[in-house]
Nanobody, 115 residues
Framework: QVQLVESGGGVVQAGGSLRLSCAAS????????MGWYRQAPGKQRELVAT???????TYADSVKGRFTISRDNAKNMVYLQMNSLNAEDTGAYYC?????????WGQGTQVTVSS
């Protein structure tokens, strides 16, 4: 059974930083495409960043240059380093894994950026 558990969310002032973590079990992060998505109140869930099995990364235009996705193969974890946060980054952040037709989601962690 796949389990993705996010942590690291919280309240931060604009311009600050947070690092989100995603602990994976039941899958191996190195052979899945792992991603972070976010959902602001009243908005659809959107892609933030992904890292593929070949370590290729993609980012939403709104976070390029500020966010970095990475993974720790030994710990089977994925991270999202978020710098220069602004109010538009507020939302629930979800860890996602994809391999073929199989996709899984974590329960989410809340990030609130105060101005």
């Amino acid at each position: 059974q796949v389990q993705l558990v996010e942590s690291g969310g919280g309240v931060v002032q604009a311009g600050g930083s947070l690092r989100l973590s995603c602990a994976a079990s039941g899958i191996i992060v190195t052979i899945n495409t792992m991603g972070w998505y976010r959902q602001a109140p009243g908005k659809q869930r959107e892609l933030v960043a992904t890292i593929s099995s070949t370590s290729s990364t993609t980012y939403a235009d709104s976070v390029k240059g500020r966010f970095t996705i990475s993974r720790d193969n030994a710990k089977n974890m994925v991270y999202l380093q978020m710098n220069s946060l602004n109010a538009e980054d507020t939302g629930a952040y979800y860890c996602n894994s994809q391999r073929g037709w199989s996709t899984s989601w974590g329960q989410g962690t809340q990030v609130t950026v105060s101005s």
